[in-house]
């Protein structure tokens, strides 16, 4: 009988079989919370968009009423700056609902979605864009769309926060077997062994969304040499 002096034995192979459980247990835990994530996601930009965008309208629909009505030339004034506001805020609504749940890339595919968010944050941070992005056009199984748009998300921010980078390029390219992603910068790179580096955890983000959905991953780098990130996702 086994007592605390004489533990039990555990092979190598007992050992490997463990380690083996537990990455697969760990595995479909991150694909559950990232999933989950992006329903809740989905349901906040919903509710963002139908009550807070219907509220604002609403108060620009009563603004709009006493404008037509108050003469005095100081009310004018500052009804014209509250109007003002209400336009900030129904900007940042948009802006929040668009970085929530990209409208484009359920309704116009994920070229379409991929060109206006990297134009847009790359002009946000002064780099200059190089975009390889096909027509829109073959069907793309929805949670594909939506981990490659969150992937390149994830890559231009730390480009945007880590790089220093002066230009970005991405191209898209629908093959036969797969959808293959590139995207690459000439910023200062990093060490890939180093885990530690700026924006590791979302580098294991993005490697967990690529895993489960069977496909592969490469990240290139070396300080002074920029970085290079390829995907590639297997057609069904």
């Known amino acids: 009988m086994p007592t605390a002096e004489t533990p039990l034995a555990t092979t190598p192979f007992d050992l490997e079989s463990?380690?083996?459980?537990?990455?697969?247990?760990?595995?479909?835990?991150s694909t559950h919370l990232q999933e989950l994530?992006?329903?809740?996601?989905?349901?906040?930009?919903?509710?963002?968009?139908?009550?807070?965008g219907g509220l604002l309208t609403a108060a620009k629909m009563d603004l709009s009423w006493l404008q037509s009505r108050v003469t005095?030339?100081?009310?004018?004034?500052r009804l014209a700056q509250l109007g003002a506001v209400l336009d900030e805020a129904m900007d940042l609504k948009r802006r929040v609902v668009e970085d929530l749940r990209p409208s484009l890339l359920d309704h116009f595919g994920l070229s379409t979605a991929l060109r206006a968010y990297a134009d847009s944050a790359c002009a946000k941070a002064g780099l200059r864009a190089q975009l390889a992005l096909p027509e829109?056009?073959?069907?793309?199984?929805?949670?594909?769309?939506?981990?490659?748009?969150?992937?390149?998300?994830?890559g231009i921010t730390n480009i945007i926060r880590h790089a220093g980078a002066r230009s970005v390029a991405l191209g898209l390219a629908p093959e036969e077997d797969a959808w293959r992603i590139t995207l690459r910068d000439d910023g200062r790179g990093f060490d890939t062994a180093d885990p530690g580096r700026p924006g590791s955890h979302g580098i294991t983000g993005m490697?967990?969304?690529?895993?489960?959905?069977?496909?592969?991953?490469?990240?290139?780098?070396?300080?002074?040499?920029?970085?290079?990130?390829?995907?590639?996702?297997?057609?069904?």
């Open 18 to 29: 463990l380690v083996e459980a537990r990455t697969r247990e760990l595995s479909a835990l």
């Open 37 to 52: 994530s992006e329903k809740e996601k989905s349901e906040l930009a919903r509710n963002l968009h139908d009550e807070l």
């Open 72 to 77: 005095d030339p100081a009310l004018q004034e």
């Open 136 to 154: 829109d056009g073959t069907p793309m199984p929805r949670e594909t769309a939506i981990a490659l748009f969150r992937i390149v998300q994830e």
């Open 207 to 236: 490697r967990q969304r690529v895993r489960a959905l069977g496909g592969q991953f490469e990240i290139e780098s070396a300080p002074g040499a920029g970085t290079t990130l390829r995907v590639s996702i297997p057609r069904a």
